[in-house]
């Protein structure tokens, strides 16, 4: 059993400690175990005097290969070692986390009201060994010289371990240093404080009441703080070496610094690209300034706001994001009223560069420096950031700012182009669909219609329903090859020439003939389509609905009883054959309660692997709802065609039922239809 050190609760007595088991151990354990064995009891140490706050005990002893060292104090309850971004230590806080990261074995017992802590290291062969655990190279003629043997255990004491320094976060190396330079020179503390700053960034030991000794940290010419060690009777060999301990500390400091930049460029690059595919994701402008308000706070500021910028240069206000829920109103307010920062916003709209304001803004009683930042792209202006914080941004904070609403910029343009491509896509769909289905006595109509891609590309699709002078119902529904631009102008030249030829008193076939002419003579395009072309007659037996197909599947016929089948004769299709078309007119007597339903392609072609939906598909859902209303109709076989595959639309599918009301219900023709 070693020897047991007892020692009063104050602030030098981690620096005790330390001295009492390099007197004890030196020989015993190899340079890096003795430093770690003195950086684990200065930890125990400072945690029970802070803690505990009662007498210590320190306590060695040995067995064939291991040191074992007791740290005793007052039982405050059980050990957890803990992370040191979650400690509540005050005074580094690491001492069991370092425990278990560095001693081959450690514990805790508790006996009578005593708490004690252990540790274990490796013993290795004895000899003279230096303070980093290498054999002592001393040239024999000065193999007894005791000033030699000293300067150089003390310069030893100023490297770390591997090991440690690789548990050890930059402030504790700091730490560690410090506390070997102060049992070096046999002070009572030390504190290092960086330039600028009162407040001490690591301190050990007692720091008050004794003579200061201080020594300037300085690096290429650059001041970055200041070594103070505390007590009496430092010589001049302490002076020289607390120089080399300066430089050492200046160049750990300088190390942290270049790794720290490191880590926050990356951090910073990090960022950036996270920020940037997040506001690539999103298709609306709203959305987009929104969704960068959020990126921003806490980040960059403790505020923002986000503005979008009309043609015209006006901004108007999108989003404000605070990061305390509670201060939202008073932001929303703030930006409303604060005359200074809607002048600066309107500034930037108007296509002024980034701007700090002069003068703070208060949010509920709290002071906020501003930056206004425009989001532009290609020389335009498309909207206007505005972030506050307490202390400005500094160099690297701002040019993260501008890095952010340039990709901002990027990002809210392409939402900019996406909407108005979606709305001209919209606008367009909709003008090659009727406003309104027809009202007719004694004839109910429904259709539906949705586009593969709606908003992104116009569909080929296309359905019309109108009433002739005679009193006759025209049906057409079609299908033409593609879809964009180019197949938009052959949908809406299909469907105003069938109207136009129709109304001229046309026949069917003799009106498709036509339209296929002019889609062969229409050198502009090389779009065929396929068009099911119907007109409905009342006569003496009820409603006689004559059909002229061109390339297009034929229509299911519903009769009241729930029977269905196809009508119709295949004939070919449009803008392809240059010579007279083989087109047939087919006529078929509707009776009241019967429905015609025609469809596209989008419809009988929803397959799953080899299964399709198909005409059979079609047949079967109408024989489920037979007897409902048009709207009815339609929508059930949509539905079931879209369910059929668990998949989106890949294909345009449009949908037309002309149904032959009963006789009690004539009175009451509803009309309906839904474009999607």
Partial sequence: MGNTLTLPPEARASQRARAFLARELAGQLAGDALATAQLLVSELVTNSVVHAASAVEVQWDRDDAHITVRVRDADTGPLVPTDPSGSNLQEGGRGLLLVDQLADAWGSEHHGGRKTVWFRLPTEAGGDLRADGVPLAVPATLSDEPTLRTAERRLSTLLLPLTMQQALTFEQQLGELLARVVQAVGAAGGQVRWAGSDRSLVSCGQTVDLPAHGVELVLASRPLGTLSVYGDGLDEEDRTFLQVAAQRLSLLAYEHGVVRAGDEREAELDYLSEATELMTTTISVGAGLTLLTQLVVPRLGDWAASYSVDDRGRAHRVAANHSREERADALAELLEADRELLAAVQRAAAGAPAQRLSATVTVSGQRSSVAVVPLVLRGRTLGVLVVGRPQPLDARGFASLLELSRRAGLAVDNARLHEEHTNAATALQAALLPPALPVVEGLQLAARYHSAAPGMLVGGDFYDAFELPDGSVVCAIGDVCGKGAEAASVTGMTRDLIRMLMRDGH?????????????????????????????????????????????????????????????????????????????????????????????????????????????????????????????ILAQEVETAARSFVDTELRDDLALLVARHLPQAASHSATVTGKAG
């Fill in 507 to 631: 026949e069917l076939p003799a009106a498709l003939q036509r339209l296929n002419r002019a889609l062969i003579d229409d050198a502009r395009s090389s779009r065929f389509c396929t068009v099911a072309l119907a007109r409905l007659s009342y006569v003496d037996a009820g409603l006689q609905a004559s059909i002229c197909l061109a390339g297009h599947p034929e229509p299911v016929l519903l009769r009241a009883d729930g029977t269905t089948e196809v009508v119709g004769i295949p004939g070919d299709l449009l803008g392809v054959i240059s010579d007279d078309l083989e087109l047939t007119e087919f006529s078929v007597t509707l009776q009241p309660g019967d429905a015609l339903v025609f469809f596209t392609d989008g419809i009988t072609e929803r397959r799953d692997g080899t299964r399709m939906f198909g005409q059979y598909g079609v047949q079967q859902t109408l024989r489920r709802v037979a007897g409902a209303d048009a709207a």
